[in-house]
């Protein structure tokens, strides 16, 4: 769990980032798996190929966490782990479908909160990059966290109804893909914006490019 210094064990000859790498496969697969275990596999065959790509990533999470660390660590899984089963046992495959909208509800929880409190979420993720923000750059984090909660609540909407109503195959293209390009197009909007409204650029491509445009 953790070395006699106190500091995090890591997993023996495992890279950090190979954690992070499993986790982003099964987010990002998530939906193709389930399409294909509600079109060929039974309930409880999708449910125990969920639960074993589950796995890997969970046991290396543990070797590296702290013993004070394991809850956190735990409770997302567990979470999962339990919906899978429920789904397994009651045989209604459908209940795999809400894991985009949990996702989505467990983000817009965390920008929310974010905003009772004098530094916003987004805030917190820009001084990461720009320790010294320009005048108004709180205020508008601010709003941007803002725009992130209405569109984290649009997203769970829409997936919550592709769960309930539509064929499966329209909730694993939504899910799988229009929904990332529709963060993507966030993003980039996002950052367009923040150009046009700060005037600071930096020396990469986009930043020359977008310099060149504003000016004209």
Not at 129 to 158: H, I, M, S
């Amino acid at each position: 769990m953790a070395d006699p210094s106190g500091e995090p064990r890591r997993a023996a000859g495992v890279p950090r980032w190979v954690p992070a790498a499993l986790r982003s496969v099964l987010v990002g697969g998530y939906p193709l798996v389930v399409y294909l275990g509600m079109t060929r596999w039974s309930p409880r065959t999708l449910a125990l190929v969920l639960a074993a790509a589950l796995l890997p990533g969970l046991l290396l999470r543990l070797r590296e966490a702290r013993r004070e660390d394991l809850w956190p660590v735990l409770r997302v899984p567990l979470s999962l782990l339990g919906l899978f089963a429920v789904a397994a046992l009651s045989g209604e495959q459908r209940l795999f479908m809400a894991l985009p909208v949990l996702v989505n509800l467990g983000l817009l929880a965390n920008f929310a909160a974010s905003l009772r409190g004098p530094v916003s979420l987004v805030e917190r993720f820009a001084r990461l990059q720009e320790p010294d923000l320009p005048p108004g750059g709180p205020a508008y984090c601010r709003k941007v966290t803002k725009v992130w909660c209405g569109f984290f609540v649009a997203n769970a909407a829409v997936s919550a109804g592709l769960a309930l109503w539509a064929p499966v195959a329209w909730w694993t293209l939504y899910t799988g893909l229009l929904a990332y390009l529709l963060i993507g197009v966030m993003f980039t909007v996002e950052y367009v914006v923040r150009k046009a409204t700060f005037r600071r650029f930096g020396d990469a491509l986009p930043d020359r490019l977008l310099r060149r445009l504003l000016r004209a």
